[in-house]
């Protein structure tokens, strides 16, 4: 039932299992699998993976949400928060995150990655429900600098588990639709406010939506334990067979699965590795500008609109940032290696609704609620850059490093961002929205130097197969290495950039 294969690179063999190729042999191992089997594993991938990571996605949103929310609700008049308290209330949240970005990473190596990350979302449920019992800025800035740490390794993780399961042309697809979960957050988390703010309580209607928020969110956690299974080896939904389908279509791909030991070499070449950087660059970009989501109803609420009316005419902005995800979503399955293109053009429309915030006049009250909606849309290119970072980054230990990385970056543009949304400058806030504008900017030019970077590496290595020094293994979208192989992308020289 299994077979090694020497000498003729391109010769296949059926779903057999296949000796696992070390760096000294000289053996091109090739897997052929029945597309219609792929499809239908596939299918029962995206019914039970793709819900759980979406579920957990939204509430991870929905938490972010609540203190804008809670905001427009009286949360600053309740507990008497002053001046920049407010500001530095969002900025604690990323604070937390930030310092659980190196534990997490070690973790995510050395741990099974679903138990891992389903315990932390208990976890970061119970924080949102303390939220509740805040009584001034010292508890809550305490409770929010927990809840950012609780959430921290959630997002980095989401990388690894989507290229665990999923072939690098499914990626987009599959990113956008946790990530999409940004939009419909915004939507559903409004008009929970919306009843909850209506509804006769006997405590703060802020309060009431942290405890909702939290209690739901340990419920997802449960879930997340108890049904996500750890890789296609273990898939409780899968058969036997449909199992090894699910494990060597990754083989063609390239793709590895998750491991619990960590490789030095790997954490060594993901500091040395000069895409990191575009990563970290396009992370810290995207988050400057991300306030204006923390904000918008405060801005909102500024040009005269009742807290009702805030929570209403607020909720087309999911809808924006749904569609405009999507677009980045299906666009490169229609062309090719266009995703950094995509990008641009994803981050111009927030970058409009920035400029438009500043500059339409204040009496044109619903061009400014329009310039909101489209000011706040920055998962849309979030979810290219993770697209990106998960289809090019091999092996585990360098894919939870540059994950790390990530989010690192990711930490800093979101505790710096809010300094710059001060209340003094409400309900215009300047100075944020010329940050934003400069960032998507610099964001705009960041994808255009990626491109270009990996359009080089991809001729270089084009360049070394015809002059036959990439060895045994061969270039073609049939052909994969073992998944149990660990190998990074500058290890593996058929791998191929996806920009």
Same mark, same amino acid.
């Given at each position: ?208 939506? @942290? /405890? ?5 969110? %340990?419920?997802?956690?449960? $879930? ?5 299974? *750890? !890789?296609? +080896?273990?898939?409780? @939904? /899968? ?5 090894? %389908?699910?494990?060597?279509? $990754? ?5 590895? *699965? !998750?491991? +619990? ?15 990191? $950087? ?8 995207? +988050? ?212």
């Amino acid at each position: 039932m299994s077979e090694k294969i020497r000498q003729d690179p391109m010769a296949t063999v059926n779903m057999e299992e296949v000796a696992t190729p070390k760096p000294s042999d000289e053996l091109a191992v090739v897997y052929v699998v029945d597309p219609e089997e792929e499809k239908q594993v596939l299918k029962k991938l995206d019914r039970v993976i793709l819900p759980l990571m979406a579920l957990v996605y939204f509430f991870q949103y929905l938490d972010k949400q609540s203190i804008n929310y809670a905001a427009v609700f009286g949360l600053s008049k309740d507990l008497d928060l002053s001046g920049t308290e407010f500001s530095w209330v969002i900025s604690l949240f990323y604070f937390g995150q930030l310092c659980s970005e190196y534990p997490g990473a070690y973790l995510m190596s050395r741990l099974p990655i679903t138990i891992l990350v389903g315990v932390t979302i208990v976890l970061w449920g119970g924080a949102e429900m303390c939220l509740a019992a805040s009584t001034g800025f010292s508890s809550l800035a305490a409770v929010r600098f927990l809840l950012g740490f609780t959430e921290g390794i959630v997002s980095p993780s989401f990388m690894i588990i989507t290229s665990t399961w999923y072939r690098r042309k499914e990626n987009p697809v599959r990113i956008a639709t946790w990530v999409s979960m940004f939009g419909v957050s915004q939507i559903v988390g409004g008009l929970m406010m919306y009843g909850i703010g209506g509804a006769k309580l006997s405590m703060q209607t802020w309060r009431v939506m @942290f /405890l909702v928020c939290g209690g739901l969110t %340990v419920g997802c956690g449960v $879930l997340f334990i108890a049904f996500m299974p *750890r !890789d296609t +080896t273990t898939a409780w @939904f /899968l058969n036997e067979r449909e199992r090894r %389908v699910a494990t060597e279509r $990754l083989a063609l791909d390239r793709a590895t *699965r !998750d491991h +619990t030991t960590f490789d030095w070499s790997q954490a060594k070449e993901a500091l040395t590795e000069p895409r990191t $950087l575009f990563y970290a660059l396009m992370a810290l970009f995207i +988050t400057i500008p991300t306030p204006i989501t923390k904000f918008s109803s405060l801005v909102i609420n500024g040009f005269g609109y009742s807290p009702f009316q805030t929570m209403l005419v607020g909720l087309p902005s999911g809808a924006v940032a749904f569609i405009l995800t999507w677009i980045g979503a299906i666009s490169p399955l229609y062309f090719p290696n266009s995703r950094c293109y995509i990008g641009i053009l994803l981050a111009s429309m927030p970058m409009l609704g920035s400029l438009l915030l500043l500059t339409l006049p204040a009496h044109m009250s619903w061009g400014i609620v329009v310039s909101t909606w489209f000011a706040g849309s920055s998962a849309p290119p979030l979810s290219i850059a993770i697209g990106l970072m998960s289809s090019n980054v091999k092996g585990n230990t360098k894919k939870a490093v540059v994950g790390a990385i990530f989010f690192v970056f990711y930490c800093v543009g979101c505790i710096s961002g809010p300094q710059l949304w001060q209340r003094q400058d409400a309900p215009r806030y300047y100075k944020g929205c010329i940050a934003s504008v400069t960032s998507w900017g610099l964001l705009i030019i960041s994808f255009l130097a990626y491109s270009y970077s990996a359009k080089y590496s991809n001729r270089k290595r084009d360049r070394e197969a015809l002059e036959g020094r990439q060895g045994s293994v061969v270039a073609d979208n049939n052909i994969g290495v073992s998944v149990d192989s660990d190998l990074t992308e500058r290890q593996d020289r058929a791998f191929r950039y996806i920009y």
